[in-house]
């Protein structure tokens, strides 16, 4: 039998990151009701272990904040597989935008904070993983893929709201027979 070994200590900095990780989706469904042994529970370390690393909850809950709305933990994701056509391609991108909307809501209404627009750095993820996904289709799209992003980013806030009911595929339809390059029209007698 071999001996147990004991897996490497965490670092300050890891361990405060697998406790935000874990803090996250308690404030989602909790919110700031959250309790330290939940919080303890979720990141599997002793509730002490918590103070230490924050000193009290309400600074958790902000750095937790602060990594939520930096997208962060959004940014690490696979990218839809090359291979899929153009309508499963956008049907996924943007599930995911209406999911991380309805959480960014979530979000600002159980912690009372507001939204942050998004930074610099942000929006370069965002266009980098847009051209990642789109630019084989690119002579599919009536757009340019800068435009189309932002097409899907207003559709992805705007059919989020309370009150609309988008189901996903409509979506898609509607923003594919809108920005989808037509094929030429052909004149008779005209080649």
Same mark, same amino acid.
Do not use: C
């Given at each position: 039998m071999t001996p147990a070994t004991r897996a490497r200590p965490l670092s300050v900095e890891e361990r405060r990151a697998s406790i935000i990780a874990a803090v996250i989706p308690l404030l989602l469904e909790h919110g700031t009701a959250v309790t330290s042994r939940q919080i303890s529970e979720a990141a599997g370390v002793a509730e002490g272990t918590v103070f230490r690393a924050f000193g009290d909850k309400e600074s958790l809950i902000d750095a937790a904040y602060d990594v939520f709305m930096s997208g962060a933990l959004e940014a690490e994701g696979p990218l839809p597989d090359p291979e899929l056509?153009?309508?499963?391609?956008? @049907?996924?991108?943007?599930?995911?935008?209406?999911?991380? /909307?309805?959480?960014?809501?979530?979000?600002?209404? /159980?912690?009372?904070?507001?939204?942050?627009?998004?930074?610099?750095?942000?929006?370069? =993820?965002?266009?980098?993983?847009?051209?990642? /996904?789109? @630019?084989?289709?690119?002579?599919?799209? @009536?757009? *340019?893929?800068? *435009?189309?992003?932002?097409?899907?980013?207003?559709?992805?806030?705007?059919?989020?709201?309370?009150?609309?009911?988008?189901? *996903?595929?409509?979506? /898609?339809? =509607?923003?594919? *027979?809108?920005?989808?390059?037509?094929?030429?029209?052909?004149?008779?007698?005209?080649?």
């Open positions: 056509p153009l309508e499963e391609k956008v @049907a996924g991108f943007l599930a995911a935008m209406r999911s991380r /909307v309805r959480d960014v809501m979530r979000m600002t209404a /159980v912690t009372g904070r507001r939204p942050t627009t998004p930074t610099p750095t942000q929006n370069t =993820l965002f266009q980098w993983r847009l051209h990642e /996904v789109f @630019a084989p289709h690119a002579d599919e799209l @009536a757009l *340019d893929i800068d *435009d189309f992003g932002a097409y899907l980013r207003v559709a992805a806030i705007g059919t989020t709201m309370p009150g609309t009911r988008f189901d *996903d595929e409509t979506l /898609v339809r =509607l923003i594919l *027979d809108g920005a989808r390059r037509a094929a030429p029209i052909s004149t008779p007698g005209k080649d």
